[in-house]
């Protein structure tokens, strides 16, 4: 079936140092599913960070950018200079032809100061 | 103002009993989605619908039974619960993915099974 692979947390970098959290796909009902990040601040909801629907192209919101790579199949999460308020649980998903959307095992990042 | 709701936010249940978890959105969305959490792990997809009077299986549908009696309802339901589904459970809606498929989730219920 369709699952998505993530780095394990929690991460830890320090403020304004770069971030990337590794995200793989494998996508079986559909050859080309879209694409999502999603995030969960401390006592938020879950809540979509960006999306990618389109094999090449590149996502972003709030200083974060992915890449939708078909060829690796991976779709990273990354950021040039991290803050404190980015802390928090970030998750890669995937979407299927049935409409069915599949989560990562959730990445924590803890940005120190 | 939240646009998809859960209810009840936490519960305790004991072993056999039956429980119903309730999740109502005012999206206008066809696609609604039931998902639960256990701490440390990612969300995994119990069952979910995209029309009323239908519901659809997900990667772990055993032991619970999903109705969608409207558009805007959808419930889970546990007729015997068990240790093993001690977890938070979360709603979620969706246009589909012919609309980028975002989804948008309700709160959260964190049910305790004794």
């Known amino acids: 079936g369709d699952s998505v692979t993530q780095t394990e947390g929690p991460v830890t970098v320090s403020e304004s140092e770069s971030l990337i959290i590794n995200c793989t796909y494998s996508?079986?009902?559909?050859?080309?599913?879209?694409l999502f990040w999603y995030v969960r601040y401390p006592g938020e909801g879950l809540q979509l960070l960006l999306k990618?629907?389109?094999?090449?192209q590149k996502g972003s919101s709030r200083g974060f950018e992915a890449t939708y790579n078909k060829e690796t199949t991976s779709f990273h999460l990354q950021k040039a200079s991290v803050q404190e308020s980015d802390s928090a649980v970030y998750y890669c998903?995937?979407?299927?032809?049935?409409?069915?959307?599949?989560f990562g095992d959730g990445t924590q990042l803890v940005v120190k100061p | 103002e939240a646009a998809v709701t859960q209810s009840p936010r936490s519960k305790v249940a004991v072993t056999g009993g039956k429980v119903t978890l309730s999740c109502h959105q005012t999206?206008?969305?066809?696609?609604m989605y039931w998902y639960r959490q256990d701490t440390g792990h990612g969300l995994r997809l119990i069952h979910y619908?995209?029309?009323?009077?239908?519901?659809e299986k997900g990667d772990i549908p055993d032991g619970y039974k999903a109705s969608r009696p409207s558009q805007e309802n959808f419930s889970l339901i546990l007729e015997l619960a068990s240790l093993s589904q001690t977890a938070v459970y979360f709603c979620?809606?969706?246009?589909?993915?012919?609309?980028?498929?975002?989804?948008?989730f309700g709160e959260g219920s964190k049910l305790t099974v004794l």
């Open positions: 979620a809606s969706s246009a589909g993915l012919a609309n980028t498929g975002q989804l948008y």
């Open positions: 996508a079986t009902s559909i050859a080309y599913p879209n």
């Open positions: 990618v629907i389109t094999a090449g």
């Open positions: 998903a995937l979407g299927d032809s049935n409409n069915r959307i599949f």
């Open positions: 999206n206008n969305h066809d696609y």
């Open positions: 619908s995209y029309v009323a009077d239908s519901t």
